[in-house]
């Protein structure tokens, strides 16, 4: 066969593939990825003005930012107004630590979970929507930022600062995630939360939370919003829980009055 020939026969395979590809259509776009946050609302002027009403009791300030390591002696501070009496007045003395919350297996992943037949046993991961960050810092800061606006500490602070601080908060995430099938899609907030007074150790408050939300449609953004609400309940309990508790340890060392250091 001569030269030309080949030409030709290339030119007329390049031409039928051509051809071939123009019915195939051309490949649809790859799907971008998309990320979001929860950003729980400030608790109600009801649950936050619990934080106020524990009366009759005198609490002693801890001065912020004591850090680790200095020996423990006589309790530090200055003695406070009566709780909810005026501007100084404060739910509980010292500073309260919000800790990372733990999970264990997909529940510490960045995809979002969703069940596609709305059963608490099958979940699977969503391709392309993903946490801006790890849920179990996500909630921690959300936490933490849900107590300052209660009022509940005078200061609510993280580990990462290496204080010493007063009382802990701990949790584990249970469930986080989209219940597709068996009815309109809605999601699941469940948390292990625990709070304790680090002086004598004492557990102040453990219970599990849960807390479920119709979202407004099928859509992935909605469900977030969803679970914005879901998990603003689940921490409303928790901050009436913990004002309760403290309500009945702070009873306790009332009229109680502290020397300042010299």
Wanted: net charge neutral; hydrophobic share 40%; charged share 20%.
């Amino acid at each position: 066969m001569t030269r030309p020939s080949l030409i030709v026969l290339a030119l007329a395979g390049l031409a039928g593939l051509t051809g071939l590809t123009g019915c195939m259509g051309s490949a649809p776009p790859i799907p971008r990825d998309h990320y979001y946050r929860v950003m729980v609302a400030p608790p109600s002027r009801a649950a936050a003005s619990q934080t106020a009403s524990i009366e009759g009791a005198t609490f002693l300030e801890r001065p912020l930012g004591r850090p680790l390591g200095r020996p423990l002696g006589r309790p530090l501070g200055r003695p406070l107004g009566r709780a909810g009496s005026g501007a100084d007045g404060v739910a509980f003395p010292g500073v309260l630590s919000v800790a990372p919350l733990e999970a264990e297996g997909l529940l510490r992943e960045r995809p979002l979970l969703y069940s596609a037949t709305g059963s608490a046993t099958e979940m699977q991961q969503h391709d392309y929507h993903y946490w801006m960050d790890p849920p179990t810092r996500m909630l921690q800061f959300q936490l933490v930022d849900y107590l300052r606006a209660s009022g509940l500490a005078r200061s609510v602070v993280t580990p990462d600062l290496r204080i010493e601080v007063d009382y802990e908060v701990s949790g584990r995430i249970k469930r986080f995630e989209r219940l597709l099938g068996g009815g309109p899609t809605r999601v699941v907030v469940e948390l292990e939360l625990a709070l304790v007074a680090r002086a004598d150790n004492q557990l102040i408050v453990i219970g599990t939370y849960a807390a479920e939300a119709i979202a407004g449609d099928d859509g992935v953004e909605s469900s977030v919003l969803a679970l914005n609400r879901a998990l603003g309940q689940v921490f409303e309990r928790f901050l009436a829980d913990a004002t309760s508790r403290l309500r009945d340890r702070v009873s306790g060392i009332s009229g109680a009055l502290v020397t300042p250091d010299p």
